[in-house]
């Protein structure tokens, strides 16, 4: 007999009249609540006003939310929403439809924005955000595991999940729930987390000495890069990338492509720039100004 997991999970935790709380809506706010926490230590580290992490926070909510619906739209149902009769469901986030990729492009443009109205260095910027990047992938990718969705290939590993709700969340009529997929969310979340560690101990050792950049590489080439690979595990998202002239690659692995020559080049050229590592306003508080010695008052 095979060993397997039986994955029987509600994405619904409770159902409060018109309202219903999901784990993945849950999750993708925690991953910015997390994030925001880890963002604040590393400012107060290197001396940077933490009042500053509620304003980049608002720009990645924002790049994210619209980065990853409008990636969603172009990359992979463009026929389906550039239509007059379906235009508007663009705006319905909560019907889902999120593309990393869009998001990456999202985060992107956000913290350029966030950089260039607040006096910040860009490298700087996303040399320190990618860290927290890493733990709010690891959330979404919970998230995709809770709602049954971007399931692996079948396969017979001990680990191996049968998705037994599979047809009742996406109201499909499939074999799914009596077969053995790879669990590629868990791969996913897992390697988010392996990223998170990596980043926060190079940034903890060197982060007055690191090249500019540095730390941004090397996450976009190897985030990129195992998502490459690991989109060979994947059942493909639509139906059209299994005919599509790039086949046997999916849409996912061709988005992929690029960002790991960005990450590898940002990567061989880091601290080559103009600039220094310690460029970000450092907007400190009173309590982190010197104190100055008290008048000396004259007597009459």
């Known amino acids: 007999m095979l060993a397997f997991i039986t994955w029987d999970v509600s994405p619904i935790i409770a159902q409060l009249g018109p309202l219903t709380l999901r784990w993945y809506g849950l999750l993708f706010a925690a991953g910015f609540i997390i994030g925001s926490f880890i963002l604040t230590h590393i400012y107060k580290s290197e001396k940077v006003s933490p009042r500053w992490v509620d304003v980049i926070t608002v720009y990645m909510l924002i790049g994210t939310v619209l980065g990853a619906r409008l990636g969603h739209v172009l990359f992979y149902d463009p026929d389906y929403y550039l239509t007059s009769e379906h235009f508007l469901d663009i705006f319905k986030i909560w019907e889902g439809g999120l593309a990393s990729h869009g998001a990456t492009l999202g985060i992107l443009l956000a913290t350029w924005l966030f950089a260039r109205n607040n006096k910040f260095d860009y490298l700087w910027v996303l040399d320190r955000i990618v860290i927290v990047v890493a733990t709010g992938g690891m959330c979404i990718r919970l998230g ?157």
Not at 189 to 216: D, I, Q
Not at 288 to 294: A, F, R, T, V, Y
């Open 144 to 300: 995709n595991l809770m709602n049954s969705e971007i399931i692996g290939k079948q396969t017979d590993v001990p680990w191996a999940f049968k998705f037994v709700r599979y047809n009742e969340i996406h109201h499909e009529m499939t074999n799914v729930p009596n077969e053995l997929h790879h669990p590629t969310q868990i791969y996913e979340a897992l390697f988010c987390v392996f990223l998170f560690v990596l980043l926060y101990s190079l940034w903890n050792r060197w982060k007055a000495t690191a090249p500019r950049g540095y730390l941004f590489g090397l996450f976009v080439t190897l985030l990129f890069t195992f998502r490459f690979l690991v989109e060979f595990l994947k059942e493909n998202q639509e139906g059209f990338e299994s005919t599509w002239a790039l086949a046997p690659l999916n849409m996912g692995q061709v988005l992929s492509i690029p960002l790991v020559f960005v990450g590898l080049w940002v990567l061989l050229t880091a601290g080559r720039r103009p600039g220094r590592p310690e460029d970000a306003p450092r907007d400190l508080g009173l309590e982190d100004l010197p104190k100055q010695p008290l008048p000396v008052q004259m007597k009459r």
